[in-house]
């Protein structure tokens, strides 16, 4: 079964995200939300999300290091996570994005986009990075369990 998902790239100043069509093939950058003093802010704005666009899933992503330790922003996502699952109507999964902002940031690189403008749009891009690793999963995984 397919679902529309929402991305979060979560940053101590800034959410990237990102959203996927219902049939789950193709993640695109949405938005980026600017930190406000307090999380449940933050969390409004995301449940607005989730409604405006149907969404039936959310995906955060879990900054691990490349030897998957779980290192204090991990710990973050882990708690806001947390946080989402009792502001939000729908489930809220984790998913490893370890180097989502570098391979982001490469791709922008390649475009030749300038510095100011990479910064704007990098946590979006970042967390259609790592919502696309999540579909593709899922996608692998679904054609696993048929074969």
Do not use: W
């Not at 979060?8 to 949405?30: Q, Y």
């Not at 999380?39 to 290091?65: C, F, K, S, W």
């Not at 489930?91 to 982001?104: C, F, G, K, S, Y």
Request: proline share 3%; hydrophobic share 45%; glycine share 4%.
């Amino acid at each position: 079964m397919t679902m529309r998902c929402l991305g979060l790239d979560l940053g101590s100043r800034r959410i990237g995200v990102a959203l996927c069509d219902p049939d789950e093939r193709v993640a695109t950058p949405l938005t980026v939300i600017e930190r406000a003093k307090q999380r449940a802010e933050d969390h409004r704005q995301i449940a607005a999300l989730v409604t405006e666009y149907e969404v039936q899933a959310v995906v955060v992503g879990l900054p691990l290091n490349l030897s998957s330790k779980v290192t204090a922003a991990a710990q973050g996502a882990i708690d806001e996570t947390e946080q989402l699952r009792g502001a939000l109507s729908v489930p809220v999964h984790l998913h490893d994005e370890r180097l989502t902002t570098v391979a982001a940031n490469r791709s922008l690189v390649e475009m030749e986009m300038k510095a100011d403008a990479r910064r704007r749009v990098v946590d979006k891009v970042a967390a259609a990075v790592m919502l696309q690793s999540f579909i593709d999963y899922r996608r692998h995984e679904r054609e696993r369990a048929t074969s």
